[in-house]
Each structure stands twice: as C-alpha cells, then as structure tokens.
T-cell receptor, first 114, second 113 residues
Framework: GESVGLHLPTLSVQEGDNSIINCAYSNSASDYFIWYKQESGKGPQFIIDIRSNMDKRQGQRVTVLLNKTVKHLSLQIAATQPGDSAVYFCAENPHQTGANNLFFGTGTRLTVIP | NAGVTQTPKFQVLKTGQSMTLQCAQDMNHNSMYWYRQDPGMGLRLIYYSASEGTTDKGEVPNGYNVSRLNKREFSLRLESAAPSQTSVYFC????????????FGPGTRLTVL
C-alpha cells in the first residue's frame, strides 16, 4: 500500500494556541490530499482538502499547506479549542486505481490542555 | 438525510462464526468502501465498489467478501471469523469520479473470541 506517514504520533497544545500537524507522503503521483478528524468512538470527519495545483488552502480556523518539493503536508488549526481534541489523519490519492482510492496515514492524536 | 449508516454498532463473534456488516448511504453516491481500523493505526481498505455492479479488492481483502446490493447498499461478510479480524469497521461513500472526500459511517466494533 501507499506510505503516508506522520512526524509525531501525539501533540499537546494549550487552549488558544495554534496547532500544526504534519504529514509526509511518498508518492509523487499523488495530486489530491485530505485531512480528516476522528473523535473517540466516531467515524472520520472531513476537515479540508487540497489539490496539487495549490500550495495553500484555508477553511474556518484551519489551513492546509502542501509542499510538493519535499512531499509534505501540514494542517494548521488556529486558536485551538478543547473540541479540537481528536486524532487527525492525512490521506492521499495517488491515482493507482480507477476508483480514486485514498491511502491514510496512521494519525496524530491532538490533546488540547484547558 | 442520514448520510452513511452502519449496522450493527457492536458485535461479538466466536471463532468460525459468520456475519454480515451492513452499510447504506442516502447521498446517491457512486462509490462505496469498507475499511478496518486497528488500534494505533490508520484506515486500511478492505474492498471497494467504484460504481453499482462492480467490486474490487483493496489492501487487506483476505477473509472478507462484499456485495454491492444496489446503489445505496454495500455489505461486508466474514464467512469464518478469526481473532485477527477483531477491529473497528468503517463504511464510506464518495460522490463520483472526480477527486472529492469520502463520507464515513459511525463504525462497527467487532470482537472475535
């Protein structure tokens, strides 16, 4: 399968601080990337996506940065809140199949300290 | 609009028993997926269905079978459960052939004794 890795398995931040979650991917053919949030006991929930023709995309309190040169993806969460505590996964589509399947990293657990 | 629903939410099986996990989506999506998630790991694709009438193996298909019953429903069957199949199973769906996100169900937590 595709290798999608994360630099840190856990991250703890103070409430109100900004969080940065990193992800490395290995397939240079990947041109679509997604960040998912998974709360305990729930299914993954879409946060934001980015295509390879962009290097930055912003959502509500979240920003995804893509550096294709070093095959690195990051998720920035502004003013982190207790409700942001969850496991965050990056996923990539290397277009290895006609179904545009996603390959997921192992996840980073974000803990927000009140 | 319920999104992606899965039944059951929890299940305990004995080794060798069989069962079917059900998944349905009401978003008129073409593609559907079954993943398993083991502790401390990401999601691994078991089987997928790119469109109604087609199914294909994913990364970890051994010990599983699937049926795309219609556009809405995609079931996963364990014919002879093994302890190694203890996991949380997620179903997902996606709209079409262009790049877009997958929507996930709440998961089924399966324990095989």
């Amino acid at each position: 399968g595709e290798s999608v890795g994360l630099h840190l398995p856990t991250l703890s931040v103070q409430e109100g601080d900004n969080s940065i979650i990193n992800c490395a991917y290995s397939n240079s053919a990947s041109d679509y990337f997604i960040w998912y949030k998974q709360e305990s006991g729930k299914g993954p929930q879409f946060i934001i996506d980015i295509r390879s023709n962009m290097d930055k995309r912003q959502g509500q309190r979240v920003t995804v940065l893509l550096n294709k040169t070093v095959k690195h993806l990051s998720l920035q969460i502004a003013a982190t809140q207790p409700g942001d505590s969850a496991v965050y996964f990056c996923a990539e589509n290397p277009h290895q199949t006609g179904a545009n399947n996603l390959f997921f990293g192992t996840g980073t657990r974000l803990t927000v300290i009140p | 609009n319920a999104g992606v629903t899965q039944t059951p939410k929890f299940q305990v099986l004995k080794t060798g028993q069989s069962m079917t996990l059900q998944c349905a989506q009401d978003m008129n999506h073409n593609s559907m997926y079954w993943y398993r998630q083991d502790p401390g790991m990401g999601l691994r694709l078991i089987y997928y269905s790119a469109s109604e009438g087609t199914t294909d193996k994913g990364e970890v298909p051994n010990g599983y079978n699937v049926s795309r019953l219609n556009k809405r429903e995609f079931s996963l069957r364990l014919e002879s459960a093994a302890p190694s199949q203890t996991s949380v199973y997620f179903c997902a769906s996606r709209a079409g052939t262009i790049d877009n996100e997958q929507f996930f169900g709440p998961g089924t937590r399966l324990t095989v004794l």
